[in-house]
């Protein structure tokens, strides 16, 4: 299976990010990409920047809705799985929101970020409320794909999870800033959660400057085994493609080891 990672930057002009992203699964598609997957809010300005206004609360969209349908018809046209992330409404309340498209045009769920954080320049609280779907993984035609929406990445057990309802691939669209984090620690936790929960992870990030942060970029992808095994550059617009063995995750040391000797019956005790 070849997966593709679109990094790309936001404008304010929302059609135009759009038409990016559609004119993206193209070229992904036409190099080969089995499924095609976009960063956290990939279509408009990283709004939670500043402290939520009912204007901006106003640009949330409905899913299924206008974004996802014109992705849906492209994704039956080219055959391929699409999961996107998009500022969602949902009658009072906003999320943040990934649904994941199959190969033939239909919708197969919507993850919510589950986890919301609140600092400097990522003001969630004011936009999204708490996920409550879950940690679903949906079989599309290309693979059992989960998805951890960025702040979730942080939280072991959510990566657990997604490895209990039996992933091949978990997909993380980011929004990570410059200088955010040390070097190298974005691609160490992930590489963990791949090792320790034997699936591969792909996180797709944000880049470039907007008012207030300038996303990173550097978009990549983690075996099972834990290894980084393709990277985009920083700063840059571009399409990641990346080769996936899925018989690697049934090979690997969670399949084979971790997740055959827990025990449940404890954690339970010591978590609450």
Known sequence: MKLALVQQPATDNLQANRSTGLAAVRQAAAQGANVICFAELA??????????????????EPIPGPTTDAFAKLAAELSVVIILNIFERDGDHTYDTSPVIDADGMMLGKTRMVHITDYQWFHEQDYYAPGDTGAPVYETRFGRIGVAICYDRHFPEY??????????????????????????????????????????????????????????????????????????????????????????????????????????????????
């Open 43 to 60: 279509f408009d300005p990283f709004y939670p920047q500043m402290h939520a206004t009912a204007q901006t609360l106003a640009l949330a």
């Open 159 to 272: 990566m657990r999870a997604l490895a209990l309802n039996k992933a091949q691939l978990v997909v993380v669209p980011q929004a990570g800033a410059v200088g955010e984090w040390p070097d190298g620690l974005f691609e160490a936790e992930l590489r963990v959660a791949s090792f320790q929960n034997g699936y591969y992870s792909a996180l797709c990030n944000r880049v470039g400057p907007e008012p207030k942060v300038e996303f990173a970029g550097q978009s990549f992808v983690c075996d099972p085994a834990g290894n980084v095994i393709a990277q985009a550059g920083g700063g840059t617009q571009a399409i990641l493609l990346v080769d996936l063995d899925f018989a690697s995750v049934e090979s690997s040391h969670a399949a084979k080891l971790f997740l055959k000797d827990r025990r449940p019956e404890l954690y339970g005790k010591w978590l609450t």
